[in-house]
């Protein structure tokens, strides 16, 4: 597969990944190199990135928890204490191995630590593949609350490996294609169509189509890097979709919901939302919801969690002058940005999510 271009980094894929890799490790004089991992992808995927690598650098290995809940500020500070413990200077280099949780945060790392190191992903999930890795959005989350703290700033490339995906579980698998779904709803009708017989997909057309929603994004965050106007579209799904992921994450009694579960009930609620105040037509509607349930079970939110998933909203980044901006569909792959909804649609559209 060609490798996709911005102004500021390159997208590798496959075997082509590894010898761009090697080449800049060959042509730039870092000092020293730092593999951000957590416990899964440590034993699941840095054996094999290992034995790619050709270089006689010195290589630490930094190892973080796993999982959502782990991304967070107390994280950062034993990575940062980590690295300056173990030496590493303005010329080190950090490659991040792992999900959507690796390089949000070891990106954020990297750009922090020293006032700012270079850095490479090389995401293992589908969800960071096409999503996570791609575009400069680093950071952690503050409490329960997603991505509040953050910088937007590219690493150098991004490997995408498709190899890795062999080792996720089938429901991390499922969650990256909810945003490759939301790439095809905001941007592309033929692309959504795609996916409409997943039990048909094979392997070479799960490559072909993760190059091209990889392509869809970049395209995207190229015309406009730092979400004042088309970047908004990307988050289709995610103003609902985040206040119900964060509201799960604060629960002890709800379960932790992946990202791509929780976008996915955002994408049918915003949908709802689009047909009630856009015209959306109805009987895409009814497809995407069916499309959705048949990859995802139905999440069970009760009527007394609504009211917390709606005061959560207030702090969805897209909030401009104590306005919560929505992104809502006039037609699939036609997306407008800043539209202002009412509670008791919302409300509605809990609603019908649960019919």
Known sequence: MTSITNETYTVHFNTNAYDKLNQYLKTNNFSKLFIIVDNNTHHHCLPYFMSQLETELTIEIIE??????????????????????????????????????????????????????KYINVPTSLLAMVDASVGGKTGVDLGALKNQIGVISSGDMVLVDTGYLET????????????????????????????LDLDALSLTDLDRLIHQSVDIKNTIVTEDPFENGLRKTLNFGHT????????????????????????????????????????????????????????????????????????????????????????????????KIDCLVDNEVILKAFDYYKL
Not at 180 to 192: F, N, V
């Open 64 to 117: 973080i928890e796993a999982g959502e809940v782990n991304k967070n500020i107390d994280t950062c500070v034993g990575v940062w204490n980590a690295l300056s413990e173990l030496g590493a200077d303005r010329k080190a280099l950090i490659i991040n191995v792992g999900g959507g949780v690796v390089t949000d945060l070891g990106g954020f790392i990297a750009c922090t630590f020293k006032r700012g190191l």
């Open 240 to 335: 609902l979709g985040h206040a119900i992921e964060s509201y799960f994450l604060s629960q002890t009694d709800k379960p932790e919901l992946l990202h791509g579960e929780a976008i996915a009930i955002g994408m049918i609620m915003e949908s709802y939302i689009s047909s009630e105040l856009l015209g959306f037509p109805k009987t895409d509607l009814d497809m995407i919801k069916k499309t959705f349930l048949d990859l995802f079970h139905k999440v069970a939110i009760d009527n007394s969690d609504h009211e917390a998933i709606i005061e959560l909203l207030k702090y969805d980044k897209k909030n401009e002058h104590g306005n919560i901006n929505f992104v809502l569909l006039e037609q699939i792959g036609q997306p």
């Open 168 to 195: 996720l579980p089938k429901n991390h698998l499922k969650s990256g294609l909810a945003e490759m779904l939301k790439h095809g709803l905001i941007y592309d009708a033929s692309y959504w169509n795609s996916f």
